[in-house]
């Protein structure tokens, strides 16, 4: 049994600029954004959460696309971050990523603060970082909002009646999300209140709480590299294998030290 991406195919899969053709605010802190570009319709998304990278350049500049495994010919300062594929619409060549709004502390973040219908980014993609595992007899998913598109994509993508158990780490109840999936789903929102992203120990709290079902699951998680350690530290002690958890660090706080870990 894994959860660990498939590796076999190339990536990028498809590059080009897409267009923002909507945007929707869904909470205080995130705002969805619909993109569009024919090259979406062949993209290749299989699984839910896939990784879309967007990439941005310098004022006057032209966005150099990468080429199959992430090489440039040449160019200026670049910006690629990493997002969620929150829905995919082959047939209409559409893709909706989710941004958290966190001020102008980064390029894209201070490009989601303005963008409006209209504005173009750089894509290439996609990466899988989640796999159904048909044998899992449950499912535990964790994220503060870097992950949380990629949580609730997930969430939404698992069979009927399947236990999933979900920790998101939020500002607070405005920051709540509907879920529309027929799993057996516990959510369990965490509140950081004011406290900065990447300063809370809510997740950390949660999960050695936290008492693992019996039988074998299949574990997910993304966010702040400090706080998904916890959740990695906590599926060990609790003796889940190494290839059923998939606990990613999408970010580091500036206070998180150098070697916590990336990805397992």
């Not at 991406?5 to 899969?13: D, E, G, M, Y």
């Not at 498809?14 to 993109?35: D, H, K, Y």
């Not at 990439?55 to 969620?84: A, D, S």
Request: with cysteine; proline share 7%; hydrophobic share 40%.
């Amino acid at each position: 049994m894994s959860t660990a991406p498939v590796l076999a195919r190339p990536f990028p899969l498809s590059t080009g600029i897409a267009e923002v053709v909507a945007r929707e605010e869904l909470t205080p802190l995130m705002a969805r954004f619909t993109l569009r570009d024919p090259g979406f319709a062949a993209m290749g998304v299989e699984e839910p959460g896939e990784i879309l990278t967007l990439g941005w350049c310098e004022e006057g500049e032209r966005l150099e696309l990468p080429e199959v495994g992430w090489r440039f010919r040449g160019g200026g300062e670049q910006h690629w971050r990493n997002f969620t594929v929150r829905a995919f619409r082959p047939e209409r060549a559409e893709v909706d990523v989710d941004f958290f709004l966190h001020g102008d502390l980064g390029r894209a973040s201070a490009w989601a603060a303005r963008a409006q219908p209209g504005a173009t980014v750089g894509y290439a993609g996609v990466r899988m970082h989640f796999r159904h595992d048909p044998e899992a007899e449950w499912t535990l998913l964790v994220a503060d909002e870097t992950g949380l598109p990629a949580l609730l994509a997930i969430a939404e993508s698992l069979p009927a009646g399947h236990p999933v158990v979900a920790f998101a780490e939020v500002r607070d109840e405005r920051e709540h999300q509907p879920v529309e999936t027929d799993a057996a789903l516990y959510l369990r929102w965490l509140h950081r209140g004011e406290r900065g992203p990447g300063t809370a120990s809510v997740i950390g709290e949660a999960m050695d709480a936290l008492e693992l079902p019996a039988g074998a699951g299949q574990i997910w998680g993304g966010g702040e590299s400090l706080s998904m350690r916890r959740v990695r530290d906590a599926v060990r002690a609790a003796g889940v294998p190494r290839g059923q958890a998939h606990v990613m660090g999408y970010w580091k706080h500036r206070a998180t030290p150098d070697d916590a870990e990336d990805d397992e």
